[in-house]
């Protein structure tokens, strides 16, 4: 292999007499804020053989031009702990490692311009008390004062976060890598990392055109060059480069330091102060894919041409908001290649496709403010061999094949970039790269009104409406697919309703072990007989949900394992790597099967004109294989939205048939199609908790409310002893069903619940229930003592929907059984 020519970072005091290492225990790839922050983590957790290459030098690959905009308030509980963490860390660092962040606590003023975007400030605002942030509402007067360029006229509100600020992403680098070499890590740059070496399916080491290096684990940090290298492992890192940009400006009276950071999402753009001038960027809503032929090898410390088209939209926003920006000269219009992903997360973990494998990369313009936290979880995931909190939203494993694709990623990078300061609507559906996977019943269902949500790139039915009604628009309040949902969720109480959930992922596992394989996976007993459905969870060694799942034992030695739609990939992995030496083989089969089921009173009925085998003599789990007008199809006793009802596992290539059938002998009972937002409010009836929502790697069953689906004395399994830990000493969050008692509250999900007045949690899920004329939700109720049901049903509830508090009362048991 030809050498490349190899400098050793010296920049702060480096030892430049160190060899090029042949073996380490991590070796990190690419030398930007969040290969540094990895790389300060690992040896702060006591590590000390890292390695960290650079094919450049430190930060020159998309890090060195970011605004450093660093902000609190993120989509969730976790994720606001993260970039909290990372506050905390980049305003300490200096003291540490004599080296300066530029981290500077000028707060932050958002905006809202519109009566929508007061509403979604509305609610990040109840968010903030909840998640531990300190943030005034504000009118526009105030923020006005905050903030004196701005034009406020058109103003909604603003809401004010003192703790908000700004940080250099050069100099936070450089700090960073600093404190991880005085911990022993060390830094090469001019090293290029070409291939790997992988061992019995486990990474062994990197391949350099500086020589190789053997080690444990690799870290993918590559940036926008991420998705590249991962596939030179065979790990795919679905991400894309876009254009990204802001204006630099000369210097503006009264323009400080001490400016706070502005943001105007309705505008897409934000402000900070930058040596007495503004930097003014954002977030267009139709971005520009960029490295379409691949990203030069020799990007390095580079920007992209000027384009003032592709700027305009913002430009103009900006002259709107800050009038003196029509007189004041321009220094740089500054284009940046920046990576963002399919669903504008960024993306951590192992891979799935090969172990010791991880990544950091595609941060969505946010990495100098996730950088810390992101660093401080992989290096926790790396040492600790899981990660420490619930990250699947972040999760790689979110992903699946489909998502390698170049021009879906293209495609989707247009609009994902915007998603920054978008409107996030509750249930907004993005409409880039659709439809892709779509059922064989796909083009039925849309010529009777399917409305139709994607999930894992699947094209779902989320309600019916007729085509004439035209998209029905966004909002806040009562949607109006409602009215439609609520006539889906009658069929399926009253009569009887048609489901197609063909989305639903589907392994199966076969061989000799497969059922002590689940034993040792699955806290149910799942050594039952053939034929029997069971619902089970797999829970991690801390008693929390790695999945819950149903399982259908097909013969003594296979099991067809029934998912999530979003959870092929996390599943197939978390049950692949506990297969072992265990004589057994997983696969995927979600696309041979297709999933229509059959619910409510008249399902039986229905299901005995079409089949003439005994539907009624089936006992509640169990699955038999039965006749369907031509086809031979797996019916299954068993409903996730609660009362009566079949599941039908039918042979892809009869699908068709099998449901034109049911619908033609439907007719007579009124049978209804139906989508997955009557799914949602029926099963929040039933009780039913979903994965992501209710359960997920931080709840376990004893907190979810769901140990009778445990069984202690079947034997060991993953997680037993730390449930029966918490099971003694009591859990100090427990799942709680609250019902609305206002008919007009509509709560979406996420809003913070009270108890006797104080935060306890947030809305795990929302449904409105057609029985009750009234929404119910599911939350966690915290506590710093163990939470008794008692202690949660003895609660005063009330659910913060946008700064109005609606009261709630606790149900003792499901409000549909
Ligand atoms: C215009 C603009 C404004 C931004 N503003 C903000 C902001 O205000 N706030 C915020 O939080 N974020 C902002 N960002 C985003 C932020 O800059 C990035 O999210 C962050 O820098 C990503 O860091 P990284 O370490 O993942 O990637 P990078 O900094 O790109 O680092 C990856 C490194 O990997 C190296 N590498 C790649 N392949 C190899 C290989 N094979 N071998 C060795 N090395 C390799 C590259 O040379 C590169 O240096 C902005 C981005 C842009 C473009």
Redesign the pocket.
């Known amino acids: 292999m030809a050498a490349t020519p190899m400098r050793f970072s010296g920049g702060h005091g480096m030892d430049m007499a160190q060899a090029f290492p042949t073996q380490a225990r991590v070796v990190i790839?690419?030398?930007?804020?969040?290969?540094?922050?990895v790389a300060y983590h690992l040896v702060k957790l006591g590590w000390r053989d890292i390695v960290l290459?650079?094919?450049?030098?430190?930060?020159?690959?998309?890090?060195?031009?970011?605004?450093?905009?660093?902000g609190q308030m993120r989509p969730n509980r976790t994720m606001t702990a993260m970039s909290r963490y990372g506050i905390e860390l980049y305003a300490g660092l200096e003291k540490e490692t004599g080296l300066a962040t530029g981290w500077k606590q000028c707060g932050s003023v958002n905006v809202a311009a519109t009566p929508e975007r007061l509403v979604a400030l509305k609610r990040t605002f109840a968010n903030a008390a909840s998640f531990g942030v300190e943030a005034e509402f504000i009118t526009p007067r105030e923020a006005g004062k905050l903030w004196p360029l701005m034009r406020t006229d058109d103003l909604t509100g603003a809401v004010w976060i003192p703790g908000d600020g700004?940080a250099n992403?050069t100099d936070l680098?450089q700090s960073l890598a600093k404190g991880a070499r005085s911990g022993g890590a060390r830094i090469f740059e001019g090293?290029?990392?070409?291939g790997f070496a992988v061992t019995k399916g486990r990474v062994s080491g990197v391949e350099?055109g500086s020589g190789a290096i053997a080690c444990d684990y690799v870290v993918n940090?590559?940036?926008?060059?991420?998705r590249?290298?991962g596939r030179r492992a065979g790990v795919n890192v679905p991400l894309f480069s876009a254009e990204?940009?802001?204006i630099v400006t000369k210097k503006i009276p009264g323009v400080t330091p001490d400016l706070p950071v502005m943001r105007d999402p309705d505008g897409f753009i934000?402000y900070?102060e930058e040596v007495g001038g503004l930097v003014m960027?954002g977030f267009e809503p139709v971005a520009k894919p960029w490295g379409m032929d691949g990203i030069p090898d020799d990007?390095?410390f580079q920007l992209l041409p000027e384009d003032w088209d592709q700027f305009e939209p913002l430009m103009r926003n900006a002259l709107h908001r800050t009038p003196v920006l029509e007189t004041t000269e321009v220094r740089q219009l500054?284009?940046?290649?920046?990576?963002f992903t399919p669903d504008g997360n960024?993306i951590l973990g192992e891979a799935p496709e090969l172990a010791g494998f991880f990544v950091?990369?595609?941060?969505?313009?946010?990495?100098?403010?996730?950088?810390g936290g992101a660093g401080r979880l992989t290096a926790e995931w790396i040492v600790g061999g899981a990660p420490s909190v619930d990250l699947w939203e972040l999760d790689i494993r979110r992903f699946a094949g489909f998502h390698a694709n170049r021009r879906f990623l293209a495609e989707r990078t247009v609009e994902a970039l915007g998603l920054h300061y978008a409107m996030r609507w509750p249930r907004l559906e993005l409409v880039s790269a659709r439809p892709l996977r779509r059922s064989p019943l796909y083009d039925r269902l849309a010529a009777k009104g399917a409305r139709f949500g994607s999930k894992m790139g699947w094209e779902r039915p989320n309600y019916f409406a007729p085509a004439e009604l035209g998209a029905l628009a966004y909002g806040f309040e009562k949607p109006a697919w409602l009215p439609f949902c609520l006539e889906e969720q009658r069929a399926a109480r009253d009569g009887v309703a048609l489901f197609d959930q063909t989305s639903f992922a589907k392994l199966l596992l076969k061989g000799r072990d497969a059922a002590a394989v689940l034993q040792r996976l699955c806290a149910n007993d799942m050594d039952v007989a053939t034929g029997r459905m069971v619902y089970t969870a797999m829970l991690n060694a801390r008693g929390g949900y790695e999945t819950d799942l149903t399982a259908i034992r097909l013969a003594a030695d296979e099991f067809l394992i029934v998912t999530g739609t979003a959870q092929a990939t996390r599943d197939m992995d978390w049950i692949a790597r506990h297969i072992g030496d265990a004589f057994a083989t997983i696969a995927d089969v979600t696309s041979s099967w297709v999933v229509v089921s059959v619910m409510g009173p008249l399902a039986l009925t229905l299901l005995r004109r079409v089949s003439p085998d005994d539907i009624g003599g089936f006992a509640a789990g169990e699955t038999r294989e039965i006749d369907l007008g031509l086809a031979r199809v797996r019916a299954a006793r068993m409903s996730y939205i609660g009362g009566p009802g079949i599941e039908l596992y039918i042979p892809s290539e009869c699908a068709a048939h099998v449901y034109d059938t049911l619908a033609a002998a439907g007719a007579e009972f009124g049978a209804r199609d139906a989508g997955y937002y009557a799914i949602d409010a029926l099963r929040v009836e039933a009780g039913r908790r979903a994965f992501g929502a209710e359960l997920g790697p931080d709840e376990t069953p004893v907190e979810a409310g769901l140990l009778y689906t445990v069984k202690f004395d079947k034997g060991d399994f993953i997680g037993r002893d730390a449930l029966m830990k918490q099971r003694a000493t009591g859990p100090r969050k427990r799942l709680a069903i609250l019902a609305l008692d206002d008919p007009d509250a509509f709560p979406w999900g996420g809003e913070p619940v009270l108890r006797d007045g104080a935060p306890v949690g947030e809305v795990t899920s929302a449904g409105y229930s057609r029985g009750l004329g009234r929404a119910i939700v599911m939350t966690y109720v915290r506590g710093t003592e163990p939470v008794t049901r008692e202690h949660v049903l003895a609660g005063r509830y009330e659910i913060d929907i946008a700064g109005t508090r609606f009261a709630a009362v606790a149900q003792a048991k499901p409000v549909f059984s």
């Open positions: 790839v690419g030398g930007g804020v969040v290969g540094c922050s290459l650079e094919q450049g030098r430190l930060t020159s690959g998309t890090t060195w031009h970011a605004a450093g905009l660093v700004k992403p680098t090293v290029k990392v070409t350099t940090c590559a940036g926008q060059w991420a590249e290298l990204h940009f802001y934000y900070k960027g990007f390095e500054l284009n940046g290649a920046e990576s960024f950091a990369a595609g941060f969505n313009s946010a990495g100098i403010a996730n950088a």
